[in-house]
């Protein structure tokens, strides 16, 4: 008996160890150097300050894996530990995910503040832990429009045009508008708005300048105080993984999940000021959208994208609820 128990003993503690010498693979497709890059890395160090034993080691730029969308697969069978996508790519398993860039369900990187430590953040981390993951950081990113054709500004302007909205509730809003819709990851943006396959594209203000975006188009609706796009787009971990932390390693990762919110945030400012002024620099008709203009957007999404989300499951329709007891906060 006393034998059994001293190999059990031995079993677990090799267990830990295996742990913790473990090398964690972090992937995502942005370039290094992007605002989500530089927020991984110093994640790490923030995690490495209190537990040196943990290693890391990062791929940028899809260097692991080329599609973006297969790393959710990878996190559900733990061959990758960590990534950074917009939760929006997992909508094809839970459509529940769509929330997190409903067109005027938060409204800027500020409004999305309130909405941590709330009903809304316990149920998105029910959705993910469904798909394997587990959200760690709460990184939201503003974004724009930009197009080859014409300037944006109520959605009569999209009529006719090839877009890319990044998401079936933009796709649903683009479409009442008028627009043919084409979805495709941040990673295709370039080569498609090259050759025509689109017309314009929304995405965040990280991946217009991550992808140069601003050499392939003549319009834009950037910078100023209204935006119809606001994504989620946070470092996740394998629930694997997650679940092979001891409690005190799991402590350690949400704290430094934490500390690199304020930093993250004020990339995001900075981003939002260097993108408006590289379109200009590279000839681009630029111009913010108004508040009458961002009002009309809202009130077509009201009528289109919210019933279409709020009717996809149970768990939709309390998320919606718990963005709706927010806004009315």
């Known amino acids: 008996m006393k034998f059994t128990t001293l190999l059990l003993a031995a079993m677990c503690a090799l267990g830990v160890t295996a742990v913790q010498a473990k090398t964690l693979k972090l992937t995502h497709q942005w370039p290094q150097g992007d605002g989500r890059d ?107 429009i ?3 054709v014409r300037p944006i500004t109520t959605p009569d302007s999209v009529k006719g045009l090839k877009f890319r909205g990044a998401d079936r509730t933009i796709d649903t809003m683009l479409k009442a508008a008028g627009a043919s819709v084409f979805a495709m990851p941040s990673t295709e943006l370039y080569n498609a708005m090259q050759t025509g396959v689109l017309d314009g594209l929304m995405t965040s203000y990280e991946t217009f300048m991550s992808m140069r975006l601003y050499e392939q188009t003549k319009y834009a609706t950037l910078g100023g105080d209204y935006t119809i796009f606001v994504v989620f787009q946070p470092l996740v971990i394998s629930t694997k993984t997650w679940d092979s932390l001891s409690d005190e390693q799991k402590k350690i990762f949400e704290k430094a999940a934490d500390a690199t919110l304020p930093s993250f945030n004020k990339e995001q400012d900075r981003i939002k000021h260097d993108a408006v002024k590289k379109f200009k620099a590279a000839g681009v008709d630029v111009h913010a959208m108004s508040k009458e203009d961002y009002a009309s957007w809202l009130a077509l999404a009201h009528k289109t994208a919210w019933p279409e989300y709020a ?19």
């Open 38 to 144: 530089a927020g991984a890395r110093m994640f790490i160090q923030e995690v490495q300050k209190q537990d040196p034993s943990v290693k890391f080691r990062v791929y940028p730029g899809a260097s692991l894996i080329s599609n973006p969308l297969k790393q959710i697969d990878a996190l559900a069978d733990g061959s990758i530990d960590l990534s950074i996508f917009p939760l929006i790519y997992a909508v094809g398993k839970a459509p529940e995910f769509s929330i997190t860039i409903l067109p005027g369900a938060i409204s800027s990187v500020q409004d999305a503040m309130r909405f941590k430590g709330t009903d809304y953040e316990k149920r998105l981390q029910e959705v993910a832990r469904q798909q394997g993951f587990h959200i760690l950081t709460w990184w939201w990113t503003e974004g724009g």
């Open 146 to 148: 930009a197009d080859k």
């Open 311 to 329: 009717a996809i499951s149970p768990a939709a329709k309390g998320l919606l609820e718990s963005v709706e007891a927010l806004i009315k906060k």
